[in-house]
């Protein structure tokens, strides 16, 4: 995709067990190597999802940061080579957190904590990384936690007339796109109506290209958000903080007839 004026792909990994045999895993990281090597140079790459892979922690070190755990598995030193022979870089390590920041993965009846998923970039990227943790309050399927890149788009002479137009159609998308009443998932009912919803529109499984799928997808997840959570009405153009709900809001409220009536 063109984005911000970057030319960006951008790949997500489910990687096999770490105990699968020798075989199935030269195959399964053969295959993302080469893919990698596909893409080739010209544009920026970001390789996110669920690796499997242990990689430790080392000092002064291209591919592997400081901040981390000690462990590292067979998953974790082939994910390690494939970084090395393509200049990528595992982003988590680089960025120092409290030790429940930097945990991707937990199973709390054994108490047992592993980082196995992981943001990945090129070492010389164009972009600008600020923080990569993990948010605990949400979990991705019953026991990984989601993790989170703040990444800046850096404009340059070079690209800022070329990709003029596609910054502005992404805007105007961005601007135009509904918020809806995603507090209604917290009711069973609700939430089932909506995974109804979705299954029945992903239906179509044909496309001539992964950018038509992808704008499937998209059109799905707005069409059974909007029939089964509804829109939210904001009286307020400025955009609410990722945390602000309607419990949250309705607490305002009262604080401040409070303090009038205090006033009074």
């Not at 893919?35 to 080739?40: D, H, S």
């Not at 709390?108 to 605990?136: C, H, M, N, P, W």
């Not at 955009?239 to 009536?261: A, D, G, M």
Request: with cysteine; proline share 1%.
């Amino acid at each position: 995709m063109n984005l911000f004026g970057k030319k960006l792909c951008i790949l997500g990994i489910y990687a096999i067990s770490d105990d699968e045999n020798a075989l199935v895993k030269e195959d399964f990281f053969g295959k993302i190597n080469e893919l990698i090597v596909e893409i080739g140079n010209s544009r920026e790459i970001l390789i996110a999802g669920d690796f499997n892979s242990r990689t430790g922690k080392k000092i002064n070190n291209l591919v592997v940061g400081p901040y981390g755990e000690e462990a590292i598995n067979d998953n974790g030193d082939r994910l390690i080579d494939i970084c090395e022979q393509n200049s990528l870089k595992i982003l988590n390590g680089y960025f120092q957190q409290k030790r429940i920041c930097q945990y991707t993965w937990h199973q709390d009846t054994q108490e047992l904590r592993s980082i196995i998923d992981y943001i990945i970039a090129r070492q010389t990227s164009g972009l600008k990384f600020q923080d990569v943790r993990v948010f605990r309050g949400m979990t991705v399927g019953s026991d990984h936690y989601l993790v989170n890149a703040k990444i800046l788009f850096l404009y340059g002479k070079n690209n800022a007339n070329e990709s003029k137009e596609n910054v502005t159609d992404c805007a105007v998308e961005l601007s135009q796109s509904p918020l809806y009443n995603i507090d209604s998932l917290r009711d069973e009912s609700t939430s089932f109506l909506y995974k109804k919803r979705l299954d029945e529109k992903l239906g179509e499984s044909n496309f001539e290209s992964t950018e038509e799928c992808y704008q499937h997808f998209v059109k799905c997840i707005h069409q059974a958000a909007k029939e089964a959570l509804g829109e939210k009405n904001l009286r307020s153009k400025t955009k609410p903080f990722y945390y602000w709900n309607e419990e949250i809001e309705q607490s305002v409220k009262e604080r401040k007839k409070r303090k009038i009536f205090e006033m009074d």
